[in-house]
């Protein structure tokens, strides 16, 4: 729908952007070999061996121009909100009774995590199946989203914007989807703009701090445990970027390895899998994801969220829209539903699933795709006032 304020948008690198990456990873120096093998190769970090295959396959046999021309199949649009240029995918559902969803990434994701779901979410071949039209806009300074030249882009402005982008197309109000930064940015939007927000869906969920674990189930408690666990042994990648994005930026807009590396280290460790990323999620899945960040050079500028937002989310937020609350086993964040009650104060639907992580879309598409339609069914209907029942879903 490109209007004065909306331009259509192509992804085109250059034939030498290109050149250059292959000429780099050609041309990549790799340290020795990790000390540990068997079950606890992964212990240090990504494996030389499986590092080294990707590096090949990322030269000699991945094709960025194929992942260019899904986009623009999807529809690629940018526009300025508050100064700051947005890049965005919108595909409108040929459906009538549509409801416009945005849906938002988060690090190190990007909207390369929705490509392979957008077209059933807008047009499913099940007439029955509920229709959205679809908007998945790029952070700002990730993807072809403008980078930040001052601070203050966190998610509590970041939320603002995306109302304003939606209220631009067309969507005074909307349906709202996110994980990671997605859904910590999904339950501003629903906690500060509940006028525009139908309700929400989200793989994300914080409860306010200090909440005692009296009353909590083995599963809650573990899942808890988990959670604590990881922000001490396991998120020093997170306090790096909070404290010194533009120490570890260097490297990530430098180097195409170690950007890789970076990157892929996540997606095999927060991936519900035994060794690699790659039981559940293809190279050209990952690999488009992180040629993103390289050729748009924002290794740097998407650490930035971290900069701005680390564990800002406001204590005394809280979510009075319906919301349907997703939490999948091998995620790096687990909230108890009696914690997420304490936020999340109209919960219509609250699933848990057997299998899935931190990057769902890609992991288990199919599941995720009917998850998401279900859980933003059940908000509809809680909004039309057909049911306010709050089930417990296990598959």
């Not at 992964?42 to 990707?54: N, R």
Request: hydrophobic fraction near 40%.
């Amino acid at each position: 729908m490109p209007t004065s304020d909306v331009h259509a948008f192509e992804a085109r690198a250059t034939d030498a952007d290109l050149d250059e990456l292959r000429a780099r990873l050609a041309a990549a120096r790799l340290p020795e070999a990790e000390t540990v093998d068997g079950s606890r190769r992964w212990d240090q970090g990504v494996p030389l061996a499986d590092l080294a295959e990707v590096v090949d396959y990322w030269r000699t046999g991945y094709d960025w121009r194929a992942f260019e021309a899904r986009l623009d199949r999807i529809g690629q649009f940018r526009t300025t909100v508050g100064g700051l240029g947005i890049h965005f995918l919108h595909r409108r559902s040929a459906r009538a009774d549509a409801t416009p969803l945005l849906l938002t990434h988060g690090w190190p994701g990007s909207v390369a995590e929705f490509v392979d779901v957008v077209a059933e979410l807008a047009d499913p071949e099940d007439a029955a199946a509920p229709a959205f039209h679809v908007v998945a806009p790029s952070l700002p300074g990730f993807g072809y989203s403008d980078k930040p030249a001052t601070t203050g882009w966190g998610t509590e402005k970041i939320a603002a914007a995306w109302v304003e982008l939606m209220g631009r197309l067309g969507y005074r109000e909307f349906l709202a989807h996110g994980g990671d930064w997605g859904g910590n940015i999904t339950t501003v939007l629903a906690g500060r703009f509940p006028a525009h927000v139908l309700g929400i869906h989200t793989t994300f969920a914080e409860g306010p701090p200090g909440l005692p674990a009296d009353g909590l189930t083995a599963l809650e408690r573990k899942w808890a445990e988990e959670t604590r666990d990881f922000w001490h042994n396991r998120a020093a990648y997170a306090k790096q970027q909070a404290t010194r994005p533009q120490t570890i930026g260097y490297s990530l807009v430098d180097s195409p390895v170690g950007l890789l590396a970076w990157i892929l280290d996540k997606f095999a460790e927060w991936s519900d899998t035994e060794d690699s990323p790659f039981e559940r999620i293809s190279r050209d899945r990952i690999l488009d994801d992180v040629t993103l960040y390289w050729l748009t050079r924002t290794g740097a500028s998407a650490a930035r969220i971290y900069y701005e937002s680390h564990n800002s989310l406001d204590p005394e937020l809280r979510v009075d829209v319906p919301a349907a609350i997703t939490m999948y086993p091998r995620d790096i964040e687990k909230c108890p539903r009696p914690w997420a009650r304490e936020r999340y104060r109209r919960i219509v639907r609250w699933c848990s699933p057997e299998a899935g992580g931190h990057f769902p879309s890609l992991e288990v598409p199919g599941y995720f795709v009917g998850d998401l339609r279900e859980g933003l069914a059940a908000v509809l209907a809680a909004r039309s006032g057909r049911t306010e029942q709050s089930p417990e879903v296990v598959r």
